[in-house]
């Protein structure tokens, strides 16, 4: 999977370079914004409470985010990026030449920090005593101490060409594709 991340970021990276070239030397609107930063957790008591969207340790990480627009003519370029974590990833390109072609493409990723009783083992039966009876529920909670998370990544794209003016026959295209560990 590590991989597969590599590549997609690879290939998204290739065509964030290769696309403003399409779109022309000379740009009516030309708009970049680098944001770098960092951000800080310290949950101590309270990690599974606070923690659920982020890191379950308290530690120092870096987060930064591009956004980069161009538009010439009829054409617009645009990239947008936020990179929180390893497992919390957001990225955009989109490239749009007048009616003709239309791309974009997406990458989300995001980790949740589940609770830590998911309630696998249930188990019920009846009270059976000389006074009133009613229905008991039990669990054991058989792994203390283990951190339960989901790490989504959701890819998505989209392609519309226009094949011919004429009779406005276009080409349409999309793909979404969900992974969960």
């Not at 990239?79 to 390109?93: A, P, Q, R, S």
């Not at 006074?131 to 959701?154: C, M, N, W």
Request: charged share 25%.
């Amino acid at each position: 999977m590590k991989n597969f991340k590599k590549q997609f970021c690879l290939g998204l990276l290739v065509l964030a370079l290769a696309l403003p070239s399409i779109a022309g030397a000379q740009s009516e609107i030309d708009r970049f914004s680098l944001w770098m930063g960092t951000h800080y957790t310290d949950f101590q008591d309270y990690a599974k409470k606070m923690g659920e969207f982020g890191k379950v340790s308290d530690d120092i990480f870096p987060e930064f985010r591009v956004d980069y627009l161009k538009a010439k003519d009829r054409s617009i370029y645009s990239l947008k990026t936020h990179y929180f974590d390893d497992e919390n990833i957001i990225g955009e390109v989109g490239f749009k030449n007048a009616d003709k072609l239309d791309l974009n493409i997406k990458y989300r990723s995001q980790t949740t920090q589940g609770n830590q009783d998911l309630l696998a083992n249930l188990s019920a039966r009846e009270w059976k005593t000389t006074g009133p009876g009613g229905k008991i529920l039990t669990h054991e909670l058989t792994d203390i101490g283990v951190d339960y998370s989901t790490h989504r990544q959701e890819i998505q794209s989209k392609l519309g060409m226009l094949l011919s003016s004429k009779g406005n026959i276009r080409l349409m295209a999309a793909h979404r594709t969900i992974l969960k560990d």
